[in-house]
């Protein structure tokens, strides 16, 4: 004979299975356009549940990414649990945890809070997602300052996680050769950099070397994030929505 299963037992499978299927479904963003260089890791990123958008539906690709913002999204990549904050700030938690764990200095983020909501530099950005999710990389001093045409311009400070970044695979620099550690980074830009950083750390920590292109194919399109720099997509900076 067999087992009949409670009707409220059944029920909550149901709901279970409902919750865990509308999980996996994709996201789709109105500024999101399917044939952009974001729309799959901002896509994918979504369907993780490790960034979401702004209440009107919109994602903001070309917004910058504020302190707060790519923090607590590395926090959610790395699995960090938030600590408790010493303001009010809705990710001050996700702040304290990063500082503590060691992934950017008091200087550079103070958990006062006066640059939570302050765009978050390039070189500081890709200091901290390469502290959170591939500490064990380093880059050759020699070899990966070479590719970077305006290395001048990088603080001290941010040489060895940059170098560990363009070493590994995460950051290729633009069609000129820039890094521009000093810029803003967008949201787009955010999300390409920390999908590639988990794979890496995934599989251990090295990038593939790509196929070389075909001869006579044409120059590739540049997906990197570092290539769309001046692609700005919706204008304005929420603090907020991540």
């Known amino acids: ?32 356009p399917s044939g952009s260089w974001y729309a799959q890791p901002v896509t994918e990123m979504a369907a993780k549940g490790l960034i979401s958008g702004y209440p009107s539906g919109k994602f903001g690709p070309g ?26 700030h809705w990710a001050a938690g ?10 950017y200095d008091w200087d550079e983020i103070p958990p006062t809070g006066e640059q939570f909501n302050r765009p978050i530099s390039r070189q500081l950005a890709v200091k901290i997602l390469m502290r ?16 970077i045409r305006d290395f001048d311009q990088l603080d001290g400070r941010y040489y060895e996680p940059v170098l560990a970044a363009y070493s590994s695979g995460v950051v290729t620099g633009s069609n000129s050769g820039n890094f521009n550690p000093k810029g803003e ?11 590639q950083a988990m794979r890496l750390s995934e599989a251990g920590g090295t990038a593939a070397p790509p196929a070389p292109p075909p001869a006579g194919a044409p120059p590739p399109r540049c997906d990197s994030p ?7 997509l919706a204008p304005g900076l929420r603090d907020t929505a991540v």
């Open 1 to 32: 004979m067999k087992r009949q299963l409670h009707p409220l037992r059944a029920l909550a499978l149901a709901c279970l299975c409902a919750l865990l299927l509308a999980g996996a479904r994709p996201v789709d963003f109105p500024d999101v």
């Open 63 to 88: 917004d910058s990414i504020t302190a707060a913002q790519f923090v607590a999204v590395t926090a959610r990549c790395a699995g960090l649990r938030p600590a408790p904050g010493q303001t009010g």
């Open 94 to 103: 996700d702040l304290q945890a990063a500082l503590q764990a060691g992934w």
């Open 132 to 147: 959170a999710l591939l500490p064990q990389v380093r880059g050759d001093y020699t070899t990966e300052s070479q590719k």
């Open 185 to 195: 980074l967008s949201r787009a830009e955010a999300c390409a950099l920390l999908l």
């Open 226 to 232: 570092w290539g769309r720099v001046g692609e700005r």
